[in-house]
């Protein structure tokens, strides 16, 4: 029972195959009698189940089945193998078909023959198709041989498969060019300008490469036996494999060699009349008065945008002239025909083809007959609207030039190469400074104007410049103005033909004086700031130890009573004296600071500044001071004035480099109204004049005028700013006087500053002989970082009768305030360590001591920001070092300054 469940079961699933596959099955038992056959086969075969079991397997056959493929189905058959192949079987309707036949043996378990299978499927479709392949082929192959179009098929190699007799033809070719490819020598194609097609152009290539037809390609084929040229149209195919791939490309072509000449000369004609009627942008008209017939060139309509009338009259007026011309161009044609004038030109306005108005001359030739009649006008239209728009745009364009030529502060400038014309903007010679009469025509005019040192540089740069490719040119120098040199700065474009000569050059000029004046004073003070941020650092320190040997040196001579040793202690107070007044004018010196006015005794102050003087002189010139022996007094700052005096002795020494003599005096002199010296404006009144002269090489003529000119010098490049005497000139007139300058070559110089005489002076402040401080004060609180400073002045107080408490900064101050420590005066330095400064502490302890009185003291100079914290009249202060009786008057002044701001308070 199992063997037969599984024997149903094998069974029913091979009727499901047979039920489920497109060919027809059918099997047959080992005598070749039909067992079964699924749906297909009968379905292909007309015949039901029912009619063909039992029967024998050669039933499809009919009288046009093939007797040779019978004998091998049957040889197959017979040696028990299988068979596949083409036999033409028959339908039960009796219809032919093909069948592509396959039978196979099979066999059981010990090989014995048990049965055949047969596979049949149905390939009449087929056949028909391929009978209309074959038809269509040999269609394709009649037309290919006849065709009077080239045709040329490539593989995808490029190799030549077929080309047909007319290609032949066409291109002269009497052999056969199959399996050649286009590599070969043979094809010599020319594009349409007639330079060689390089191969990557060849239709065949440009097939393959953009995998789509081309059309329309013109190109000529060179005949190796004549070398006459060929003009074919191409048009290239691709035919694509089921795989997307290029099989085969087929190209066509006809010869248009005739037709090609006859259309080139026609575009020749065309282009020589189309480049005329452009070139001159005329019409040409020819009109018979009596007949009215008009013609005109085909310009007409290209300029008017309509055709033009084959009649014309005299009364009519042309659509496209202007209306509000229309009348005026009636009235002047009729005018001239009037008068019997042969020629007639007039200008007239148009309505474009663009709706926008256009600008025309015409130019009649008019023919009167013997009766002096008009009978023709022959004539021309000429459109003149670009003309008329690069007229009005330039005419713009040089408005707007003008207009921003007159506004900007630069002078404009245009030179013409050629001609070598140089115009330059309006109020040129305002504008740079220049004199009123100076006349300037030409470039060379402009170059002799710059100075001597200058002109060869700049010569040499506009040769280099136009005789390059350059297109900008920068360069700075400066003229002689109408008061002194003038900087100029000239920027400018070079403008070149093709051939890259130069042939205008357009800038601009400005004047930078100013502008370069003020960069200098700049870097001045740059270098000045940096000197004395410098020397501040070195003063304050170099102070605090003067400072400490000043006040020891001070106590100690107080203390001795041999006479050789006091007079030891007062050489090293002098020394410590000199020190700190050698500092104190270095900061002055090199600080930059506002003006600070000050009564000064001249006598004094200048026996100090020769010192200065002397450093700054080489060992072989000597120095001579003529100082009055009445004292002369003057109010300036005095810093400025040791930086004039030390500038003039230095412009003295560089004038004489192998020795001579500096002299430095001071007179007095009265200005009266008629004076001849008050021309350079002096006030009436007393005056001093501070001179410095020297023996050198002294100033030539020329040069003397200029000298208070900013970065006028005779020295070499490198070695002079030219700054020096336009200071001192400043100096001098912001102090209220002048300066004058007397020099002969060969003999020497002499400048003098003049300045107004102070005659009234206010008596120095005398401190008594009593090194006693005042009674009402008690306790002074020290604040000095620096301890030998602290410890000495706290023992300088205590000599006063003083008690001194020492902080060695703000912190500690504030914290013995805070203890209830009580004191009268703060005596503190003002650049300290930590997050305060002096005067920082002093504001602190303002807040809980209203009538606390302040001494501040430092190394460093004051500086513009010290000014805002200072209170005048209540604090003072001490520049270290500082003696004891400036110490003692330093305490004094804030006892008075605290009582009479008391009393201001009562008040």
Known sequence: MPGLKGSVMRDGILKDVLRSISQGVLIADVDRKITDANDAFTAITGYSLREIIGGRCDFLQGPETSEETIAAIKAALAERKEFSGEILNYKKCGTPFWNDLSISPTFDEAGELTGYIGITRDLTAYKDLEGTLQDYAKTNEWIFDRAGAGMVIHAPDGKILAMNPAAKAILHISDDPTGEDTTSERWYFVREDGSRMPEAEFPFVVVMRMKTAVRDMILGSRVAETGATVWLRCDGYPEFDPQGKVDRVLITFSDISKIRSLQLKAERDRERFALASVASNTIVFDWQIKSGDFWASDTYSVMFGIAPPSKRTLDIIPDYVLEEDRQKYQNELLAAIGEHQGFLVRNFRYRRPTGDVG?????????????????????????????????????????????????????????????????LAPEWRERLGLSSDLKISSLNDWLDIIV????????????????????????????????????????????????????????????????????????????????????????????????????????????????????????????????????????????????????????????????????????????????????????????????????????????????????????RKVVSRNDTVNSIGLEPGRYVVISVS??????????????????????????????????????????????????????????????????????????????????????????????????????????????????????????????????????????????????????????????????????????????????????CFLQKPYTKDQLLKALMEVQAGNANAAKRREN
């Open 359 to 423: 600008y025309a001359r015409s130019e009649y030739l008019l023919h009167y007959n013997k009766s002096g009649d008009l009978h023709r006008i022959v004539g021309s239209k000429s459109d003149l609207t670009e003309d008329y728009q690069r007229t009005m745009q330039l005419r713009r364009s040089e408005e707007r030039f003008q207009r921003l030529a007159k506004l900007s502060n630069d002078v404009v400038w245009e030179v013409d190469l050629e001609t070598e014309e140089l115009w």
């Open 452 to 667: 001597p040192e200058d002109q060869p540089r700049i010569r040499k740069q506009w040769f280099e410049a136009l005789h390059s490719t350059a297109r900008r040119r920068y360069a700075e120098y400066r003229v002689r103005g109408s008061s002194g040199y003038v900087i100029i700065e000239d920027h400018s474009a070079i403008m070149r033909d093709d051939d890259q000569n130069a042939v205008k050059v357009v800038g601009y000029l400005r004047d930078v004086t100013a502008l370069r004046s003020q960069e200098e004073r700049d870097r001045q003070s740059e270098r000045l700031e940096a000197l004395g941020k410098l020397t501040g650092g070195v003063a304050h320190d170099f102070n605090n130890m003067l400072m400490v040997i000043l006040g020891n040196a001070e106590m100690l001579g107080e203390d001795l009573q041999d006479p050789e040793l006091h007079s030891m202690v007062e050489l090293i107070l002098t020394a410590a004296s000199n020190g700190a007044e050698l500092t104190s004018r270095l900061l002055s010196f090199s600080r930059k600071q506002p003006m600070l006015p000050q009564p000064i005794v001249l006598r004094d102050h200048l026996d100090k500044t020769r010192k200065l003087i002397r450093h700054g002189l080489t060992e072989n010139i000597e120095l001579e001071v003529e100082l009055p022996k009445n004292p002369v007094s003057v109010e300036v700052d005095p810093s400025q004035l040791d930086n004039a005096l030390i500038n003039l002795a230095i412009n003295a020494r560089d004038a004489m480099p192998t020795g001579g003599k500096v002299s430095l005096s001071v007179t």
């Open 694 to 875: 020297d023996t050198g090489q002294g100033i030539a003529d020329d040069d003397l005028s200029h000298v208070l000119e900013p970065f006028f010098t005779t020295k070499p490049v490198g070695e002079g700013s030219g700054l020096g005497l336009s200071m001192v000139y400043g100096f001098a007139k912001q102090s209220g006087g002048d300066l004058s300058i007397e020099s002969e070559v060969g003999k020497g110089t002499k400048v003098s500053i003049i300045l107004p005489e102070l005659l009234a002076k206010s008596s120095p402040t005398v401190v008594g002989q009593d090194d006693r401080a005042p009674a009402d004060l008690t306790t002074v609180l020290v604040v000095e970082d620096e301890e030998p400073v602290r410890e000495s002045v706290i023992r300088r107080l205590e000599k006063f009768g003083l008690h001194a408490i020492g902080a060695e900064n703000a912190d500690h101050a504030l914290e013995l305030a805070s203890e209830g420590i009580d004191f009268d005066v703060l005596l503190t330095d003002v650049v300290m360590p930590g997050t305060m400064d002096g005067f920082d502490l002093a504001e602190a302890l303002r807040m809980s001591l209203k009538e606390l009185k302040i001494i501040f003291t430092s190394g460093y100079p004051p500086g513009p920001v010290w000014a805002q914290k200072f209170r005048v009249g209540t604090d």
